[in-house]
């Protein structure tokens, strides 16, 4: 074997995804994540396919990474015992929070609870000005108190988050010298570094959220590296973050609050590499694993990009009862819904289908594990929508008897029906809750669905794919190789980026732009600090943006600047009201005349480029193509099970039929048609609509 095999592993909240590329092959394995010890099945599927292939440990030139555990922490409330230490008088902070109802007339609403307790949160007597001035001194019996308390709680992670510090932090910087001095074995968090933005709730809240899950993420972080170490492996870990770009080691370590959306981002960045390379300009990311579905539009190429997010949810999964953080992240809605969904009848007598889910322990009943609740993989195994002895590449032998069983107790009998109509049922609901959560993301961003490309990976997702574009007004559907292991695949395209962020608030029409490009130049060093090393002398690609709003206005919108024009100290007011200017008018088509605009942070981006997409070589046709004509007893499957490899390029099949292969099977109904393209991708196409 030739060197230059890249390793990359996706850890879902049901699924650990392996994929190797190199050679033009694509070999891919799917193991049930182990949530006690996840390098467990980290390490196992990749034993597995190394054994498989003959690839030899020392062949791997680079391994990336992308994981759900930062989430999963702030979700099951699993992180470290944090505290907190702020300026006196903002203890409460937390609990504040913006003082509005994400709910106005429920009564029972609750607000999130807090990742560190009021016991928890401790303060120290000290002020800096919104201008970074020291209003009043930071005295050592502050800090040696602090240290004291911090000492008695036992606390593994301190957060340090000072009024002001984004613009001054030399005050955050005293305590963590004395805290690192005085308990060297605690991680410590600095606002200024974290999130070093104005909106003291949101800096705050991203730097706790960041102390929580440091100590589990560097802790697993440096056992994986060391795991894969000793398995031969000593090509550099990546990491995949939020943002869509990859980043150390070393840095994921200090910034686990970056890596809560790592795993999606990769099949974001997925299905922007497939909508380049098929000249697509309107394309909608539909990825469905077997805990959560996330939904991502992306417009010529280019997912859309945001600094603002919020992790877990916790009441209706509605906007606002969650965990706010900022951080680079690729915008995508991301719901309940996956193949370990549980579905049941509420008491009003109608069916719903999650948020919660089975995830792989116990699992779907199906499975035979000790799951005892019916899911949405079990509906289509009783629909017959997925074959017993092929499920996750043959790892999995699925058991229908005991699905229908559960559909027929817990569903069909308390809505007096047959176990058929129940599990379509199931079907229908968690396509439905997808297709809401589709049309108000796109209704958010004002963007139509209808005439966009549907580009559907994920283990789930295309058994759903062609019933959830038909209700959303979409005629094509595009299955990509080895879409099972989307996500993964997607980490082999991504970039090295960091972006950094730097808080400085001022009135466009008052400006004085002459300290801008030194600020400019600062958050370049920075930045290339990060990701220099990972492009070893390869060129990088630099992005700057300022955060600019009209004065009265609550919310800014991100205005794209020239590099080049700051790097030479010209960057002035002109250049910075036009780029507002046509922001502004792209997104609301309207500019307002005569108001005043104003700028509150900047952030500068680095990115290598993108990694070669992995296409590997087509495979010839399998020896039985057709495994049969009719693949269960059942009235929705009377269709024929077809090899994905069997399907060369200009073939086309007439649904209904099912077409199979290790990580998922694509469901094609009646109406529609499927061919292979050019670069092995199914093409779904709605001949209704067409026609």
Same mark, same amino acid.
């Given at each position: 074997m030739t060197e230059g095999f890249r390793l990359a592993v996706d850890i879902?909240?049901?699924?650990?995804?392996?994929?190797?590329?190199?050679?033009?092959?694509?070999?891919?394995?799917?193991?049930?994540?182990?949530?006690?010890?996840p390098a467990v099945a980290v390490m196992q599927g990749i034993r597995d396919i190394l054994a498989s292939t003959g690839v030899q440990p020392e062949n791997i030139s680079v391994m990336l990474h992308g994981?759900?555990?930062?989430?999963?922490?702030?979700?099951?409330?699993?992180?470290?015992?944090?505290?907190?230490?702020?300026?006196?008088?903002?203890?409460?902070?937390?609990?504040?929070?913006?003082?509005?109802?994400f709910d106005q007339y429920d009564i029972f609403m609750q607000r999130p609870m807090p990742l560190v307790s009021r016991a928890h949160r401790f303060t120290v007597l000290e002020r800096m000005s919104a201008r970074g001035d020291v209003l009043r001194p930071l005295a050592d019996d502050q800090i040696s108190r602090v240290i004291a308390e911090v000492r008695a709680s036992?606390?593994?992670?301190?957060?340090?988050?000072?009024?002001?510090?984004?613009?001054?932090?030399?005050?955050?910087?005293?305590?963590?010298?004395?805290?690192?001095?005085?308990?060297?074995?605690?991680?410590?968090?600095?606002?200024?570094?974290?999130?070093p933005e104005i909106r003291e709730y949101e800096r705050l809240s991203t730097t706790v959220a960041n102390a929580y899950v440091q100590p589990l993420m560097s802790s697993?972080?440096?056992?994986?590296?060391?795991?894969?170490?000793?398995?031969?492996i000593t090509a550099p870990l990546l990491i995949m973050t939020s943002g869509g770009g990859l980043t150390s080691v070393a840095t994921a370590s200090r910034f686990p609050v970056r890596l809560v959306e790592s795993g999606p981002?990769?099949?974001?960045?997925?299905?922007?590499?497939?909508?380049?390379?098929?000249?697509?300009?309107?394309?909608?990311?539909?990825?469905?694993?077997?805990?959560?579905?996330?939904?991502?539009?992306?417009?010529n190429a280019e997912p859309e990009w945001s600094r603002a997010f919020e992790v877990a949810r916790a009441w209706k999964f509605r906007k606002g009862s969650g965990i706010p953080v900022r951080i680079p992240v690729l915008e995508m809605v991301e719901i309940g819904a996956g193949g370990g969904s549980v579905a049941s009848v509420d008491a009003l007598g109608r069916l719903q289908v999650g948020p919660g889910s089975v995830g792989s322990e116990p699992g779907p009943v199906a499975y035979g594990r000790g799951g005892n609740l019916a899911t949405v993989t079990d509906a289509d195994l009783v629909l017959g929508r997925l074959?017993?002895?092929?499920?996750?590449?043959?790892?999995?032998?699925?058991?229908?008897?005991?699905?229908?069983?559960?559909?027929?107790?817990?569903?069909?009998?308390?809505?007096?029906?047959?176990?058929?109509?129940?599990?379509?049922?199931?079907?229908?609901?968690?396509?439905?809750?997808?297709?809401?959560?589709?049309?108000?993301?796109?209704?958010?961003?004002?963007?139509?669905?209808?005439?966009?490309?549907?580009?559907?990976?994920?283990?789930?997702?295309?058994?759903?794919?062609?019933?959830?574009?038909?209700r959303l007004g979409i005629d094509r559907v595009i299955v990509p190789l080895s879409a099972g292991v989307g996500s993964a695949v997607g980490f082999l395209v991504a970039p090295a980026a960091f972006e950094v962020v730097r808080s400085r608030h001022f009135f466009v029409d008052e400006a004085d732009t002459q300290n801008l490009p030194a600020l400019i130049t600062d958050m370049h060093i920075e930045a290339e600090a990060v990701i220099g090393p990972l492009l070893k002398g390869k060129s990088s690609r630099a992005t700057l943006r300022a955060w600019?709003?009209?004065? &009265?206005?609550g919310h800014e919108i991100p205005?794209? /600047? !020239?590099?080049?024009? %700051?790097?030479?100290?010209? =960057? $002035?007011?002109?250049?910075?009201?036009?780029?507002?200017?046509?922001?502004?008018?792209?997104?609301?088509?309207?500019?307002?005349?005569?108001?005043?605009?104003?700028?509150?942070?900047?952030?500068?981006?680095?990115? &290598?480029?993108?990694?070669?997409?992995?296409?590997? /070589? !087509?495979?010839?046709? %399998?020896?039985?193509?057709? =495994? $049969?004509?009719?693949?269960?007893?059942?009235?929705?499957?009377?269709?024929?099970?077809?090899e994905r490899t069997a399907l060369q390029a200009g073939h086309t099949l007439a649904g209904p039929v099912r077409v199979i292969e290790d990580q998922t099977t694509t469901v094609v109904p009646s109406g529609w048609t499927v061919s292979t393209d050019p670069f092995g991708q199914l093409i779904l196409v709605d001949t209704h609509m067409q026609g």
């Open positions: 879902g909240g049901t699924f650990t995804d392996v994929v190797l590329a190199g050679n033009r092959q694509l070999h891919t394995a799917k193991l049930l994540t182990t949530h006690a010890q994981t759900t555990l930062a989430t999963n922490a702030l979700i099951e409330r699993k992180g470290a015992k944090t505290v907190l230490i702020t300026t006196r008088g903002h203890r409460d902070v937390l609990e504040i929070g913006l003082e509005n109802r036992g606390a593994e992670s301190v957060a340090i988050g000072l009024l002001h510090a984004w613009i001054n932090p030399v005050h955050e910087e005293r305590i963590e010298a004395a805290l690192v001095k005085a308990l060297p074995e605690i991680l410590v968090s600095l606002s200024s570094r974290v999130c697993y972080l440096e056992d994986l590296q060391q795991a894969i170490i000793a398995a031969g981002a990769g099949g974001a960045m997925l299905a922007s590499a497939l909508a380049r390379r098929s000249g697509l300009n309107r394309v909608l990311a539909f990825d469905m694993g077997g805990t959560t579905a996330k939904l991502t539009l992306i417009d074959r017993p002895d092929r499920f996750a590449g043959g790892k999995l032998v699925l058991d229908r008897d005991k699905s229908a069983h559960v559909i027929r107790r817990d569903i069909a009998a308390v809505l007096q029906v047959d176990e058929i109509i129940a599990a379509a049922g199931i079907a229908d609901t968690v396509t439905e809750n997808m297709a809401s959560a589709a049309r108000n993301h796109a209704g958010e961003w004002g963007r139509d669905l209808a005439g966009r490309t549907l580009i559907a990976f994920g283990g789930s997702a295309p058994l759903h794919a062609a019933e959830l574009a038909r600019m709003r009209y004065v &009265g206005q205005v794209s /600047l !020239p590099t080049e024009e %700051t790097a030479r100290g010209v =960057l $002035s007011v002109a250049v910075l009201g036009d780029a507002f200017d046509r922001a502004y008018g792209a997104i609301y088509g309207r500019l307002i005349p005569e108001q005043r605009i104003e700028v509150l942070s900047f952030t500068y981006s680095l990115s &290598g480029a993108a990694m070669a997409f992995p296409d590997p /070589l !087509p495979e010839g046709p %399998t020896k039985n193509p057709a =495994l $049969s004509r009719s693949g269960a007893q059942h009235t929705e499957t009377e269709a024929g099970w077809f």
